[in-house]
């Protein structure tokens, strides 16, 4: 058809569209306070939050209307229909993108805010595949079809009254009045249009003023004498103990001891918190787990989207390091991907001894069972547990061990999910629980569930400790990361309220401590009393962003303690008794709830909150924590030339490690050997635990003839992961080339004992068994492999 014989759309037709569009934002309210309602989150669809929900929806669709109406007109005034059809395609794309944040917000109960600048597309699309549930991803499947069907029918209904509609000039003035009304309708993230939530979230973080006015050099440096709170409590011995940390995922003191709100389901954690020091009011300094290796290890500042975020980290100290340097063994144990929110990258500037991810566990142990979108997390509580438990401890060596679990996250699916579902049913038939509190529970019978299957994969492994060595001398600090998500929150400050619970058979009393401590206080206060009773080697200058544990046994709060909510989003400040949260100031009481702090200005506060943000901002980009000479361990930067960079910046865009490792492998297969290792070594950079990219490093050097390099690189392999078939070929190939035959037999056994994969390389095994003949010796008789031990030392 002749586009100059259409007819050019008037106000009338772009009226409809927008009248249509509200309706749609209209039905996707409706859809969010209908998916928090069968949850059991909110009491009902229709109420006084839904009612502002449309309100906001409307200011939305106003401020929609007034910007889009100046190209809708400037298109149609040069071809009929070409502004219309560019209005509906954009305001289809902004109903995709509302219903997509609705999505999320339903999942997580938290708005995404400026926080998605602080994650990379892997983070997304891992957290996302892993946090599915079937009603989403269905919901995901129809949206599309749904959202243009109803933009659409929308639009066709609205035919019968847009007659109605006024001209042009008074129509842009009612939809700017609407828009400006609503900036006086008081709005929470329950009610608000989420894409113009994320809108506001990007333009305040990427416009804010973060300059830094002082004349120290260095911020965070004090003298590493601080008093110790913990020594009085313990019957310390001779030698060190040793020091393990237990981050459970979504531990949140709403869950756990006395008073707990959706308590009952931790009755091991309960009994446990009654025989130790336990701070009842203990907070986390980050609301996801990316915070809290930082700030729990290392008191460390956080960054502008997380410690473990910057893209170099600079010089620091951590429990880790200085531990190590007084003989310490220091380990790492999870059960998913460490390169996740890059823990790979920070533990290998720690130089830890030893590190299990998902990639080490071998043929032995059970993954989580898949999701709705057949997509695992890694290995749960349990087995994490368990596997650690098969290693080797020496006894003369002092330990400082570190657990992450996984299973209380989304999508919370638990080994022997039916037998523990059961239990909830049991717990919640005793009639402890009521009203709304009830409700919830009913709704998400998987999250208690999980939560039973954690608390007896804790007390499995403080059962499993005694039996290892020096058990009787072991400090165990049992914390959560942040408070789970799903489950709804009572205020601002209960996502990042954990329980903190010491135990040690070296403990004289138990105690319950009810004053406000944070994450942030935990290194200074172990180090403080290893540091009166052992006389450590310790710097002359520390940089933590805590003190010491508050011990009062009343509620008290005393501490300037900043809380980042998400990556990008550091929006909560604690200051003494009171909590600066989102502009406004509300007074915590010793159960830590909040109430408004009538007659409480929120500039001093706000003002301590911006100036730590310019501080946090200033340490991190300027590598201004501690100076070179008093760090332990020096951050070992990969340094590339120019010329380098444009060369990897051809190949590589930074987005997939995966891809990037295929094209080094072409290099490698087409002889280019050196930019393959190039390419490796920037991969590795960026991803550390990139085992295939470790594996192609190793038979590189090998091709170019450098063998003990190569062995050396592909043992590591195998001590990363002694289950991936692969490493073993590799080095099986690098000992035939290299007539190691003798090494290549005693190989063997260490492969079919770890490898289930093992008939894949049986002609490798073959061949080292055949050469090792050829040299005159008789095979030796079989004999277990050696797992792989903790310490390779002792």
Not at 4 to 24: D, Q, V, W
Not at 188 to 206: E, F, G, M, R, V
Not at 214 to 233: N, Q, T, W
Not at 754 to 782: H, Q, V
Request: glycine share 6%.
């Amino acid at each position: 058809m002749n586009t100059s014989k259409l007819e050019r759309y008037s106000l009338k037709e772009y009226t409809r569209l927008m009248i249509a569009f509200l309706g749609c934002l209209v039905v996707l309210s409706i859809f969010q306070y209908s998916v928090l309602y069968v949850k059991g989150v909110v009491d009902s669809i229709f109420s006084k939050s839904f009612l502002i929900a449309v309100i906001h929806q409307l200011g939305f669709t106003s401020l929609v209307g007034v910007i889009f109406t100046f190209p809708f007109n400037f298109w149609e005034n040069f071809r009929p229909r070409y502004g219309f059809r560019l209005a509906f395609f954009l305001l289809t794309l902004l109903l995709i993108i509302e219903a997509m944040l609705i999505g999320y917000y339903c999942t997580t109960l938290v708005p995404l805010g400026s926080d998605l600048l602080g994650y990379s597309y892997d983070d997304m699309k891992e957290t996302v595949s892993n946090s599915a549930s079937a009603w989403m991803i269905l919901y995901l499947i129809l949206g599309l079809a749904v959202i243009i069907g109803s933009f659409y029918g929308f639009f066709k209904v609205t035919s019968k009254f847009y007659h109605r509609i006024s001209k042009l000039y008074p129509f842009t003035i009612i939809l700017f009045s609407l828009f400006v009304a609503t900036l006086f309708t008081e709005g929470k993230p329950i009610n608000q249009n989420k894409t113009q939530y994320l809108a506001i979230n990007l333009y305040q973080s990427s416009t804010e003023d973060n300059t830094y006015q002082s004349d120290e050099e260095y911020p965070l440096i004090k003298r590493p004498e601080m008093e110790d709170v913990l020594g009085p409590h313990f019957e310390l011995k001779a030698e060190k103990p040793n020091i393990v940390f237990m981050i459970v995922e979504g531990l949140g003191r709403d869950f756990v001891g006395e008073g707990a709100e959706y308590g009952g389901f931790t009755p091991f954690l309960d009994s446990l918190s009654t025989k130790s020091l336990y701070w009842e009011n203990c907070l986390s300094n980050t609301g996801r787990t990316f915070g809290v290796l930082p700030s729990l290890i290392g008191s460390l500042p956080f960054g502008k989207s997380g410690f473990m975020e910057l893209e170099e980290f600079p010089n620091k100290l951590t429990l880790f390091s200085i531990l190590k340097s007084n003989g310490y063994h220091t380990s790492f144990y999870q059960g998913t991907n460490s390169s996740f929110d890059n823990v790979d990258k920070f533990l290998l500037s720690e130089k830890l001894d030893f590190v299990l991810d998902r990639s080490g566990f071998g043929n032995k142990y059970t993954l989580q069972a898949e999701d709705a979108a057949g997509s695992s997390w890694g290995y749960p509580d349990m087995e994490l547990f368990k596997k650690s438990m098969s290693f080797k401890r020496a006894e003369q060596q002092p330990r400082m061990e570190v657990y992450m679990t996984i299973s209380n996250h989304e999508p919370f699916i638990p080994p022997n999910q039916e037998y523990y579902e059961k239990e909830v049913e049991q717990i919640l038939s005793r009639g402890r629980h009521k009203g709304k509190i009830l409700k919830v529970m009913e709704k998400n019978d998987n999250v208690f569930a999980t939560l039973l299957y954690t608390d007896d994969a804790l007390k499995w492994a403080l059962n499993a400790y005694k039996k290892q060595p020096n058990y009787e001398n072991t400090i165990f600090i049992i914390t959560g990361d942040h408070r789970l998500i799903p489950i709804p929150q009572r205020n601002n400050l209960s996502r990042f309220h954990v329980p903190l619970i010491v135990y040690s058979p070296l403990i004289k009393n138990p105690r319950k401590i009810s004053a406000i401590s944070s994450h942030f206080d935990v290194t200074p206060s172990i180090l403080a009393m290893l540091n009166k009773s052992y006389e450590l080697k310790m710097p002359k200058r520390v940089a933590w962003m805590g003190g010491t544990l508050a011990m009062q046994q009343e509620f008290q709060g005393a501490k300037d303690i900043p809380l980042m909510r998400n990556k990008n989003e550091l929006k909560e400040y604690v200051s003494g008794p009171y909590l600066y949260s989102d502009g406004d100031v509300f007074e915590i009481d010793e159960n830590m709830d909040i109430s408004s702090a009538f007659g409480t200005s929120s500039s001093k506060i706000e003002g301590k909150l911006n100036s730590f943000k310019a501080m946090n901002a200033y340490v991190t980009q300027n590598n201004k924590i501690i100076p070179d000479s008093l760090t332990i361990f020096e951050v070992q930067k990969e340094r590339f030339t120019e010329s380098e960079i444009v060369w990897i910046n051809s190949v590589y865009n930074g987005q997939d490690s995966d891809k990037a490792y295929l094209t080094a492998r072409d290099l490698a297969f087409d002889r280019e050997y050196e930019k393959a290792l190039l390419l490796c070594r920037y991969i590795l950079s960026d991803v550390p635990s990139h085992i295939d990219t470790k594996i192609l490093t190793g038979r590189v050097n090998a091709w170019s003839g450098n063998y003990d390099t190569s062995i050396e690189i592909l043992q590591s392999c195998i001590q990363m992961n002694p289950n991936y078939i692969d490493s073993y070929a590799a080095l099986f190939d690098v000992y035939f080339w290299s007539e190691r035959h003798e090494a290549a037999y005693e190989l063997i056994p260490r492969v079919k004992e770890n490898s289930s994969s093992a008939d894949e390389i049986a002609d490798k095994i073959a061949r080292a068994e055949r050469e090792y003949r050829k040299l005159g010796k008789r095979p030796k008789a079989p004999v277990k492999a050696e797992t792989a031990m903790i310490s390779e030392k002792n």
